[in-house]
């Protein structure tokens, strides 16, 4: 993962740990500082369920994609961040410039859609099919700044779904998981950016993720293999059966 800083001269970050500490403090893995940053204002988890960004108690909200969050969010690669006045973009490392088709047995073709997250068209789904275009002239609006007009277009090339951006004007930065591009191969779970429109792309059932083998976990030992030698638990049992006839013989005789 690499972070980006927006309008700021600081470099790269990069992190592969699975834990990301960031504050104003020195003993964070990444320093921020800002007036506005507290000693330790957030946590970035990489985890089973992806990058999970918790924010500290006592420190101040943190956005993601000018949204606020205040406690918990889910993070994708392309996201902005926002903790007092810096301005961050999470990136991937992989060149997705340079991707290539996958094998087409392992691919549906059809079999996809393209979720929004943020923007005009945000909470739709709009199914794929063979082709999706997002424009004037296409099967939904791609409202951009200032009334500007440009054409996204999803589609299939035998196994391949790719990204034409081709067609919107250059001075808008379209970007796929955080890296400017034009035109790429997608991929399930790609995050698309363009303006403030934020899309990620769905294909339930194409190329699943692998399912780990469960780890061999030791079960605890089981009452009656710690209590001792079997014929003891049988010796135990008699005493009492033998105790509670000459109780109840007793009983018998006396009354």
Do not use: K
């Amino acid at each position: 993962m690499r972070i980006e800083f927006a309008n700021s001269a600081r470099g790269d970050f990069h992190w592969s740990a699975g834990v990301l500490r960031i504050g104003g403090s020195d003993d964070n893995d990444l320093v921020l500082a800002e007036p506005q940053v507290a000693d330790h204002h957030l946590v970035i988890h990489d985890d089973r369920r992806g990058l999970v960004l918790a924010v500290l108690p006592g420190a101040g909200r943190v956005y993601v994609n000018a949204r606020p969050v205040r406690e918990r969010a889910l993070l994708r690669e392309g996201d902005h961040l926002g903790v007092g006045e810096c301005r961050m973009l999470l990136r991937a490392d992989q060149d997705v410039s340079g991707r290539t088709c996958v094998d087409a047995e392992d691919v549906r073709p059809g079999a996809a859609a393209l979720r929004a997250l943020a923007g005009p068209l945000s909470g739709r789904v709009l199914g794929i099919g063979a082709r999706l275009t997002l424009g004037p002239q296409g099967d939904h609006p791609l409202e951009l700044p200032q009334g500007d007009a440009g054409t996204l277009a999803i589609g299939w090339d035998g196994s391949c779904l790719l990204l034409d951006a081709e067609r919107v004007p250059t001075r808008y930065v379209v970007r796929l998981n955080g890296m400017s591009i034009r035109r790429a191969v997608l991929q399930p779970g790609d995050h698309i950016g363009i303006g403030a429109h934020r899309f990620v792309i769905d294909a339930p059932g194409w190329m699943p993720d692998p399912v780990a083998a469960p780890a061999e976990v030791e079960e605890p030992p089981l009452p009656e293999e710690t209590a001792g030698p079997r014929g003891e638990v049988w010796w135990l049992i008699l005493t009492a059966a033998l105790l509670a006839l000459g109780i109840a013989l007793v009983l018998f005789v006396r009354f």
